[in-house]
């Protein structure tokens, strides 16, 4: 339980991120306290979304070979390349797509950043956001736009290993809790205040009938 962790990571790195209302508010709670919500999807919650004032994820490219940087070592790039069988493959990158001036926000910091190769070399105006620090209460959020990039197969290179290694050191040295089950949808509605729109989201809601429904 989040409710009970001190000096705590929590890690989820997956396809999608899903929260009920309580879980989310949960997890609010659970940094505001002094933890660490460390989030890394493609799909993101739209609770999430809205808290981060983000409106959506943008492709930036299709394409197999990037190249991140971290804000902590600017001069220091790493290599991505998405190799199949017998030949690159192409791979979508998200980056964020943020309404305002990162500049401009005292508790928002930018962490890293991804761009794609144009033709033999790397151009900095393709340059985009893919990680960031969100300072909240005495905890931060830390999100991150790229899951693939900690997949096993990149990281078995040392540039995979050491970008990774960049990543997570902002987190600290804290207990870790990962998460696999807010990578599942869930019937219940993420706001109390939208109208249940599925039949079964009805029924899962009210005891009795949930009851009747597994019975």
């Not at 999608?16 to 309580?22: D, G, M, R, V």
Request: proline share 2%.
């Amino acid at each position: 339980s989040l409710k009970k962790q001190k000096s705590a990571n929590y890690l989820l790195v997956a396809k999608n991120s899903f929260y009920t209302h309580k879980e989310f508010l949960a997890l609010k709670k659970f940094v505001s306290k002094g933890n660490n919500a460390f989030i890394s999807v493609n799909q993101m919650d739209d609770q999430l979304l809205e808290f981060l004032n983000f409106s959506t994820l943008q492709v930036i490219y299709n394409d197999s070979i990037y190249r991140t940087n971290l804000s902590s070592n600017p001069d220091k790039y790493y290599s991505f390349r998405f190799q199949g069988k017998k030949k690159l493959q192409l791979f979508q990158m998200l980056y964020l797509n943020i309404d305002y001036d990162l500049e401009e926000l005292g508790n928002v910091k930018e962490l890293g950043s991804i761009e794609k190769k144009s033709g033999s070399v790397f151009y900095h105006r393709n340059r985009k956001v893919n990680y960031i620090q969100v300072d909240y209460g005495k905890g931060s959020f830390f999100i991150h736009t790229n899951p693939v990039l900690f997949s096993n197969y990149q990281l078995k290179s040392k540039e995979g290993l050491e970008y990774a290694n960049g990543v997570f050191n902002h987190l600290g040295n804290k207990k870790i809790l990962w998460d696999e089950y807010s990578s599942q949808y869930k019937f219940e509605d993420q706001n109390p205040n939208h109208s249940i729109s599925s039949p079964l989201r009805f029924v899962l809601q009210h005891k009795a009938l949930k009851l009747a429904w597994y019975t």
